[in-house]
């Protein structure tokens, strides 16, 4: 079965450093792989995907995730960060049981941006 | 476009109340995600319809839940008798069969049983 796990529950970052949120993923099968992203009081955005194209994808708002199959990952970075990136971010991956497609969500992250 | 729309977007209720949430799904997409969150749980997948078939309603909590979906532009999720444990962000999400599997989220409803 396909999960995903996030490291870390709270990262903070200074304004202008690099962001970076760990997600490790479990698949037995090629992964489709998500982030999202949830401001305070709102649903969630989808940030980027992989879908076995290129290993670096690049999202909306600066932010890009790696695939990595070797070290079964798909963390999200930004290399600097603003005020407004504070929010949760979750790691999601596609279970796909061949007639049907659904995501499975991470615990999330909160990001605290400070000055 | 207009985004997925839920409502209402609060509801503050007594328990032993029936609560009914509802949602319209973006025009011309097929899948239909209802979701749970809450600090302890996190997001939790409650139940899901392909062409409104409902696949997958593993994550119903118990009886007291219920959803349906009459036709490809609405579907309610219903909780009767409601209770304090309840109280969470509920989400509906759609997207399209066959698509890119991005899920688009509404706003959520923001349910509180006293």
């Known amino acids: 079965a396909q999960s995903v796990t996030q490291l870390g529950s709270h990262v903070s970052v200074s304004e202008g450093a690099l962001v970076l949120l760990r997600c490790n993923y479990s698949s037995s099968v090629p992964p489709y792989l998500f982030w999202y992203v949830q401001y305070p009081n709102q649903g969630l955005q989808l940030l980027l995907k992989y879908t076995s194209a290129a290993t670096l994808v690049k999202g909306i708002n600066g932010f890009e995730a790696e695939f990595k199959k070797s070290e079964t990952s798909f963390h999200l970075t930004k290399p600097s960060a603003h005020m407004s990136d504070a929010a949760e971010y979750f790691c999601?991956?596609?279970?796909?049981?061949?007639?049907?497609?659904?995501?499975?969500f991470g615990t999330g992250t909160r990001l605290q941006v400070t000055l | 476009d207009a985004g997925v729309i839920q409502s209402p977007r609060h509801e503050v209720t007594e328990m032993g109340q029936e609560v009914t949430l509802r949602c319209k799904p973006i025009?011309?997409?097929?899948?239909l995600f209802w979701y749970r969150q809450t600090m302890m749980r996190g997001l939790e997948l409650l139940i899901y319809f392909n062409n409104n078939v409902p696949i997958d309603d593993s994550g119903m909590p118990e009886d007291r839940f219920s959803a349906k979906m009459p036709n490809a532009s609405f579907s309610t999720l219903k909780i009767q008798p409601s209770e304090p444990r309840d109280s969470a962000v509920y989400f509906c999400?759609?997207?399209?069969?066959?698509?890119?599997?991005?899920?688009?989220f509404g706003p959520g409803t923001r349910l509180l049983v006293l």
């Open positions: 999400a759609s997207n399209k069969l066959g698509g890119s599997e991005t899920q688009y």
């Open positions: 025009s011309g997409h097929n899948s």
């Open positions: 999601a991956v596609r279970r796909y049981t061949g007639t049907a497609s659904k995501l499975t």
